[in-house]
Structures are given as structure tokens and as C-alpha cells.
């Protein structure tokens, strides 16, 4: 049966069973003295709007091809293979049957070698997110570790290799499953040498009015608050030229420019504290500090 496509944007309508996901690797998780078979998935997905390289002059979709200046013709993607150059002008051919001989533990495992705890770890850290999940012999075992890990309130600090790399990478729980982060290495994050500014002399007014406005701004995360309100815009865009409406109006810059910091500070307390995320304006006003500072007498 063919897919329904949406009348606006040309966009294909979702189906109505999702696919089940498909494993990019499989190997296990090994700590100790115990290993566990698992499956690895992508975690995340992009929903962002694509746009394609066009000719001006025609508006044909340009193409992106493997030239071979030898032959001075395209190549397809079945007659590309890797090569490292290890001297100018001079390349090694790598399969991946020799990247299966390479002398590693992490072609096949997710060497665990540390538990940390998750605050300790810096998120500039993060790559992308992974799930894994336990092949029918490990469930017990995987079951074991994912309720270990969340009693201790620990993660786990592994290496993996996938793509042609080895990855420094973060195992904790997530839900029924594990996810595992890809980390970059501590070479790999630039220093802060040269666009860090001098410190600033801060009033202890300045201070505790800014303390006033965070406490007055905080709420416990729920991401389904928030919205790629672009990707929204954008398609609206899309929509009105496919259809040849008006395009819609661009925001309204700010036309209020508050130099005085501690002016602009009053002024965003005194907003927040009026009309907290959520209130409309019917309704009575209330301080989002003193809920947190009720949640903190009764937690302490």
C-alpha cells in the first residue's frame, strides 16, 4: 500500500505501526568477571526540515558524486573503499575484515572499567545517545546491572568501538533499558584559554537579585515543555510559498533596551514574580520562590 502524503509541504503522514528498531551493533556489556550479549541502537532521531543544493540558474537538485580524476568519471558508492595515506600521495587499503583483527577488547565489548557518579561528569563531555538492550541469554544479568547501577546512583565509565573508532562512552539506566553516551576525550575538548573574560565586580545586590530570578525561574525538568519552535516557523514558511499565501509575519525585535543591570533585574524578578510560567492573566499572582522555598523546609 502506498503512504498517504500530506497536501501541505509534501511531507509523507506517519505510519501506523512504528518499525521495530534495528540493532547498528551487537557485542556485550563486560565488567568483572561478567559479560552480557546486547544490542545497540540509536537513541535519538532528527526531525529538522532538510533543504537540497539547487542550480540557480534552473532550479534542477545538484548531485553530489565520487569523482575519480584518473578515470574522470563518478565512482558508486560499491567500488569506494577506505585507504590511510602513510606517505604523501600513497595509500593503504583497510577492510573491515582487518578491522575485525585489530587487538582490541572493544571491537566486540563495552569494556567497563570505572563507575562514577553521573553529577561528576561534565555534560561538554556528551556525544550522542545510545540504547542498549540484552539479547534473549542476558536478560537476568542486564536486569542485575541496570537495578545495581540505579541503587548506587552510579554510571558507568566503558570504551567501545564503533565506526572505525574507539569511544570513551557512559553506561547508566534509562527507563527499562540502559542508555549509553558516546564521550569525546579530554584532547578532544578545546580550552577555554582566550575567550574567557576577566571577573567582573559583582554587587552583593546584583547577586542576590539574580539568586531571586533563577529561584523564581526554577521548576523540575519536563522536556515536554519544550519545542523546536524554528523547525515550526519554518515549515509554515514552506507551507504558505507552496500554497502561494502571504508569508507570515517575522517576530517583533524588542524594541525595550534596559542598560542598567540592576534595572533589569528588578524589572525581570518583578515580572516572574507577578506572572510565573503558565498564569494567565486572570489569575492571582504568586512567587515561584516561596514554592521552592516551602519544597526546601520540607525536604530539609
Same mark, same amino acid.
Given at each position: 500500500?502506498? !503512504? ?16 521495530? +528498531? ?14 552480557? +550479549? ?15 543544493? @539547487? ?10 558524486? !565520487? ?43 563495552? #569494556?567497563?572499567?570505572?563507575?562514577? $557518579? @553521573? ?14 538492550? +540484552?539479547? #534473549?541469554?542476558?536478560? $537476568?544479568?542486564?536486569?542485575?546491572? !541496570? %537495578?545495581?547501577? #540505579? ?16 569511544? @570513551?562512552?557512559?553506561?547508566? &539506566? ?38 531571586? @530570578?533563577? #529561584? ?8 515536554? =515543555?519544550?519545542?523546536?519552535?524554528? %523547525?515550526?516557523?519554518? $515549515? %509554515? ?12 509575519? &517575522? ?21 516572574? !514574580?507577578?506572572? &510565573? ?7 492571582? +499572582? ?10 526546601? =523546609?520540607?525536604?530539609?
Amino acid at each position: 500500500m502506498a !503512504r498517504k502524503t500530506s497536501r501541505k509541504s509534501g511531507l509523507a503522514a506517519p505510519k501506523e505501526a512504528a518499525r521495530a +528498531p534495528r540493532a547498528i551493533w551487537r557485542g556485550a556489556i563486560s565488567f568483572g568477571l561478567v559479560s552480557i +550479549p546486547v544490542n545497540l541502537y540509536t537513541a535519538t532521531e532528527s526531525h529538522d526540515v532538510h533543504f537540497h543544493l @539547487l542550480h540557480k540558474a534552473d532550479g534542477v537538485r545538484l548531485k553530489n558524486i !565520487r569523482w575519480c580524476p584518473k578515470h574522470e568519471k563518478a565512482v558508486p558508492w560499491d567500488e569506494v573503499v577506505r585507504g590511510f595515506e602513510y606517505t604523501k600521495g600513497r595509500y593503504l587499503t583497510i577492510t573491515d575484515e582487518d578491522l575485525e583483527h585489530l587487538p582490541v577488547k572493544t571491537v566486540h565489548t563495552v #569494556e567497563i572499567s570505572d563507575f562514577v $557518579k @553521573l553529577e561528576e561528569v561534565d555534560p561538554i563531555y556528551f556525544d550522542k545517545a545510545y540504547y542498549l538492550a +540484552p539479547e #534473549e541469554t542476558g536478560v $537476568k544479568a542486564f536486569a542485575l546491572l !541496570r %537495578q545495581a547501577l #540505579e541503587q548506587t546512583g552510579r554510571a558507568a565509565v566503558a570504551k567501545v568501538a564503533i565506526r572505525d573508532k574507539e569511544n @570513551l562512552c557512559l553506561v547508566r &539506566p534509562y527507563q527499562d533499558v540502559l542508555t549509553m553516551e558516546t564521550m569525546l576525550y579530554a584532547n578532544e575538548i578545546r580550552s577555554t584559554q582566550g575567550i574567557a573574560v576577566d571577573g567582573a565586580a559583582v554587587s552583593p545586590k546584583e547577586l542576590q537579585m539574580a539568586v531571586s @530570578l533563577i #529561584e523564581n525561574l526554577s521548576d523540575s525538568f519536563d522536556p515536554q =515543555r519544550y519545542h523546536d519552535e524554528y %523547525q515550526a516557523a519554518l $515549515k %509554515q514558511v514552506i507551507d504558505a510559498k507552496v500554497e502561494g499565501a502571504p508569508l507570515p509575519a &517575522p517576530q517583533a525585535e524588542r524594541s525595550e533596551k534596559v542598560v542598567d543591570l540592576m534595572e533589569a533585574l528588578r524589572a525581570s524578578v518583578e515580572a516572574t !514574580r507577578k506572572k &510565573p510560567s503558565g498564569q494567565t492573566d486572570g489569575e492571582a +499572582p504568586a512567587t515561584r520562590t516561596r514554592t521552592v522555598s516551602s519544597r526546601r =523546609r520540607k525536604s530539609a
